[in-house]
Each structure stands twice: as C-alpha cells, then as structure tokens.
C-alpha cells in the first residue's frame, strides 16, 4: 500500500501563496490518480484537487483557477500550489491515492498538512 507524507502547509495572510508537497512511497505511483483533499473546522472533508496517471486534472469550483496540482513521476512526488488563498481555505490538508479519479473512495492518505489564512 502507497504510503504518503505531506509537508509545506503553514500560515499566510489572504491573497497569499503556499505550495504543498507530498512524497509517496510506492513504485507504482505512476498508476495511481493522486490528490489533495482538506477538511476544515466544523466542516465535511472537501476533495480538492486530483490528478490522474496521464496528467488529467480535476479541481473543486471552490479552488479552480487559484490552486493548481502536479505530480513528478521520477521523484513520486505530488505538489499543490495555492495562490490567491482565502480565510475558508483554511483546513487540513491530506494527500491521497486512488485507484481511479472517478472513484469516492480514497486507498490511502498522509497524516496532513495544516495549512491557516488570516489576517
């Protein structure tokens, strides 16, 4: 099983950036849809963002346009820039692995990065 460790999260002030990572160990990373999703205070875990073996990419409505994903193949890394941030995209953030992006269900995810907005 794909294990995950994200890093990166911390604190910004509205409008600005974070870039969070995420290294997985397994050698099939390739095969895997890759993805970050968040839970904030007092609210459902929200899916993110995912990207599948073939760089297909899916965004939240929320996050589309200030958020952009990305993986490295070569390193099994999986990466998430976040521009334009808000108070509300204050949350853990997890990094995950599924066998399909079409698919709900989530095979594994890191312990999580916090990531806090404000002023």
């Known amino acids: 099983q794909v294990q995950l460790e994200e890093s990166g999260g911390g604190s910004v002030q509205p409008g600005g950036s974070l870039r969070l990572s995420c290294v997985a160990s397994s050698a099939t990373f390739y095969n895997f849809c890759m993805g970050w999703f968040r839970q904030g205070p007092e609210k459902e875990r929200e899916e993110v963002a995912t990207?599948?073996?073939?760089?297909?990419?899916n965004y939240a409505v929320a996050v589309r346009g200030r958020f952009t994903i990305s993986r490295d193949n070569a390193n099994n890394t999986l990466a998430l820039l976040m521009n334009s941030l808000k108070p509300e995209d204050t949350a853990m953030y997890y990094c995950g692995a599924k066998w399909s992006c079409t698919s709900e269900s989530w095979l594994n995810w890191g312990q999580g990065t916090q990531v806090t907005v404000s002023s």
């Open positions: 990207i599948d073996s073939d760089g297909t990419t």
